[in-house]
């Protein structure tokens, strides 16, 4: 399996920003081994719809875009590889076992479930099938991301990362913050302050405001494996979640566009182009 198969790398159309955005969660080519007992059409309700779309204007203005061309219902590049749900592996799991308590939610490293509580398989997965999505998926995913964010520190002397991601509207029967939560139109995720600079979160949040979005901060998403993986503000590596609301840019209840599909498209490029300005100015100082 070549790495091309999995995730796809968008470089810097000039000049290069200490600027990497990657979307883990927008990918649809589902792998032959998938072995779900629901549709496809159902596992893809568990897609970042477009986010590689929304955000593909970011080369533009020097940043680096990586996108995870593999479905997170078949392996969530966003979780530590200890993280297993041992409700879902057919015998004892014999590798690092780190639980984060997502497992509670049936969305550990591989789901057991959709958001609406849907089992996915009809029975337990056996060792060497999540081994091999470790191997072949995971493990190239988070690779690729660390060697891009490692690149960019070296060369400006501090990075910034934007993990994209889009969220639901309202609150499914499994999801963060409980069921039939209406969700603001942004959610940022800094891990309550822990994995960026606070006026890093402060301006993105400033930007989204100025142009009439209602914004949420750490609430009730704080950022998962990503931001905290490659994080480490004192050492000048800072990593922010962004959550879009799906009501923002998709047809209600469908992966269809929407009437402000292009609208926001062109707002996240002018804050990348925003951004990369920042982080140029920072690193340099």
């Known amino acids: 399996m070549q ?11 000039g ?6 955005l990657d979307s883990p969660h927008s990918g649809h080519d589902f792998p032959h081994d998938f072995g779900a007992a629901v549709s496809i059409e159902l596992l893809r309700d ?4 477009d986010v590689h779309e929304l955000y593909a204007h970011a080369p533009r203005h020097g940043a680096h875009l990586l996108e995870a061309l593999f479905p997170r219902s078949y392996i969530d590049p966003n979780r530590s590889v200890g993280d297993i749900d041992l409700d879902l592996i057919d015998g004892p799991w014999p590798d690092d076992y780190l639980p984060s308590g997502k497992a509670r939610l049936g969305k550990a490293l591989v789901w057991r479930n959709l958001d609406d509580g849907t089992p996915i398989y009809a029975a337990r997965l056996p060792v060497e ?21 490692e690149q960019a ?12 991601h889009s969220m639901e509207a309202v609150g499914g029967p499994m999801a963060e913050g409980g069921a039939g939560r209406v969700r603001a139109d942004i959610v ?15 301006r993105v949040a400033e930007f989204f405001s100025a142009r009439g979005y209602s914004v949420a901060i750490n609430d009730p998403f704080k950022g998962v494996e990503l931001v905290r993986m490659f994080s480490d503000p004192a050492a000048g590596r800072h990593s922010l979640q962004i959550e879009l609301n799906k009501r923002l840019y998709l047809r209600a209840g469908t ?3 929407g009437e402000r599909f292009d609208e926001l498209q062109a707002h996240l490029g002018d804050l990348v182009a925003e951004l990369a300005h920042y982080a140029n100015r920072q690193a340099a100082s």
């Open 3 to 13: 790495t091309r198969d999995i995730l796809k790398i968008h470089p810097p159309a």
């Open 15 to 20: 000049a290069t920003a200490p600027l990497v």
């Open 46 to 49: 568990a897609e970042d719809v």
């Open 129 to 149: 099938t999540v081994r091999h999505r470790i191997r072949h998926y995971l493990r190239p995913y988070q690779d690729a991301l660390k060697t891009l964010i």
């Open 153 to 164: 520190h070296q060369v400006h002397g501090a990075v910034y990362h934007i993990n994209c």
């Open 188 to 202: 940022l995720g800094d891990r309550d302050g822990s994995t960026c600079e606070p006026g890093f979160t402060a």
């Open 255 to 257: 992966r269809e566009r």
